[in-house]
């Protein structure tokens, strides 16, 4: 198993959500540079970050920094949040970031995904973020009507290899992930799944691994030391 510590930004600063509402926000961890370095110490092969401000706004508010943060890395870097237009997949490949999560412009614009698969096939990851089971876009402040598991069958047809699959009802709860759904996508599509949401301890690491998932996201239970990179 492979473990994805997250960092997720605000306004220049490591936090947490809840469920993914942005009114129960903690800022958690160290400044930026200083936790994807102990990230990094600690053992890991790669390292999640969102533009959380990206995500509400649909642009990539904090480019500069999670670039910096990219180019300092001595390890892959995935980033998501406010990643809708070429421009932007291009300006953090230059900069270093090996993959690219793009959610809400994968549902509401299929021509930018499209080219974005052209271009950057290897490098593109689509983020799933679903709250009873139906998909939710911008920054999962919208919900749509849309099937999770069609979703990923689309996602599939066109091009993609790895998904991210969010519970988000799970997402910052330290609960447990959504098994039930996890093995559900993972038997959907044979896209590379990406656990994330509400992943506890080593033992929920176990079972998703028990169904196949090679990847999980971790983020509250890394900072609580539930979860450690190595022993």
């Not at 509401?108 to 080219?115: R, S, V, Y």
């Amino acid at each position: 198993m492979i473990i994805l510590p997250a960092m997720d930004l605000i306004n220049g600063q490591c936090v947490r959500l809840y469920q993914g509402d942005f009114e129960q926000t903690t800022k958690v961890g160290s400044a930026p540079e200083s936790q994807l370095n102990t990230f990094i110490e600690d053992g890991a092969k790669i390292i999640h970050i969102v533009d959380l401000d990206g995500a509400r706004s649909g642009r990539p508010e904090q480019l500069e920094l999670i670039s910096k943060l990219a180019k300092s890395a001595s390890v892959p870097i995935q980033v998501g949040g406010g990643i809708r237009t070429l421009e932007t997949i291009k300006a953090y490949i230059e900069a270093g970031v090996s993959r690219i999560v793009i959610g809400t412009a994968a549902l509401e614009d299929e021509a930018f995904l499209k080219a974005a698969l052209a271009d950057y096939q290897e490098n593109i990851v689509i983020g799933i973020d679903a709250r009873d089971e139906k998909v939710a876009t911008r920054g999962w402040e919208t919900e749509t009507e849309v099937d999770y598991i069609e979703f990923a069958q689309k996602m599939e047809q066109l091009g993609v290899r790895r998904i991210v699959f969010t519970d988000i009802s799970k997402d910052g709860t330290m609960q447990g992930p959504n098994l039930e759904q996890l093995r559900k996508i993972h038997e959907a599509v044979s896209c590379d799944i990406v656990a994330s949401g509400g992943i506890r301890n080593q033992a929920d690491l176990d079972v998703i691994a028990e169904i196949g998932i090679e990847e999980a996201i971790v983020g509250k239970a890394m900072y609580e030391g539930t979860i450690k990179l190595r022993g």
